[in-house]
Structures are given as C-alpha cells and as structure tokens.
C-alpha cells in the first residue's frame, strides 16, 4: 500500500519556523520526484517545492514566493521528504501536502497532474 504522510503543521509566529515531513512508503522511494503543494481556503493548489528523484539527481524547484525561506531535502535512509520553512509570513498560511510522481525527467511543481499519489496534509497557520 502506498502511504505519504505529512507531520510537522501547526501554529507559529511570523518570522518563525516550522519543518515539515513526508513520510514514504510503499513504492520505491528513489525513482519518485516529490513535491509540496499548499492550498489556502478560497485558493487553487500551487506547487512549493518540489525534488527530483535520486535516481535523476535529486535536483530542487522552489516557487518564487518562498525562495530564500524554504529547503527541501531527502533522506532516502528514512523515504522521507521534509521542507524546511523560515521566516514564515500570513500569506503561507494553507494546507501542505507532499505528493510523489514519475513524469518528467525533472520534477515540476507547474502541475499537480504529474503527482500520483497524495497525502492527506497538514495544516500551517502563521499568525500572531
């Protein structure tokens, strides 16, 4: 069965921090791109971040908005994902979802069709 479970939401400051994971299991961890979508009430999903497949290089994308705040990495030892986020704002407040795929070569965030499976999010509130 696959499983992607997202862990590490929860209320924080702006200006403060918060790591999120996605735990993988069920497929073969290194030929899967993931990535991190949010969606905030009223909104449509829009890709974060993503990271490409170890196999393809493990590179990274980052959406315009949090470049500079937000890392993604891999932990293939653990078939976990986590996004790092820093200097949060009002504005990435939604829920945060992880999702893996195998279209492309590299992975894109442009899309959430390319992404197969999904987890079930995790809610990040930044407000004072």
């Known amino acids: 069965e696959v499983r992607l479970v997202e862990s590490g939401g929860g209320l924080v400051q702006p200006g403060g921090s918060l790591r999120l994971s996605c735990a993988a299991s069920g497929f073969t961890f290194h030929d899967y791109h993931i990535g991190w979508f949010r969606q905030a009430p009223g909104k449509e999903r829009e890709g974060v971040s993503c990271?490409?497949?170890?196999?393809?290089?493990?590179?990274?994308n980052y959406a315009d908005s949090v470049k500079g705040r937000f890392t993604i990495s891999s932990d293939s030892a653990k078939n976990t994902v986590y996004l790092q986020m820093n200097n949060l704002k009002p504005e990435d407040t939604a829920v945060y979802y992880c999702?893996?795929?195998?279209?492309?070569?590299?992975?894109?965030?442009?899309?959430?069709?390319?992404?197969?499976?999904w987890g079930q999010g995790t809610q990040v509130t930044v407000s004072s």
């Open positions: 990271i490409s497949s170890s196999r393809n290089g493990g590179t990274t």
């Open positions: 999702a893996a795929g195998v279209t492309g070569y590299y992975c894109s965030m442009v899309s959430s069709r390319g992404y197969n499976y």
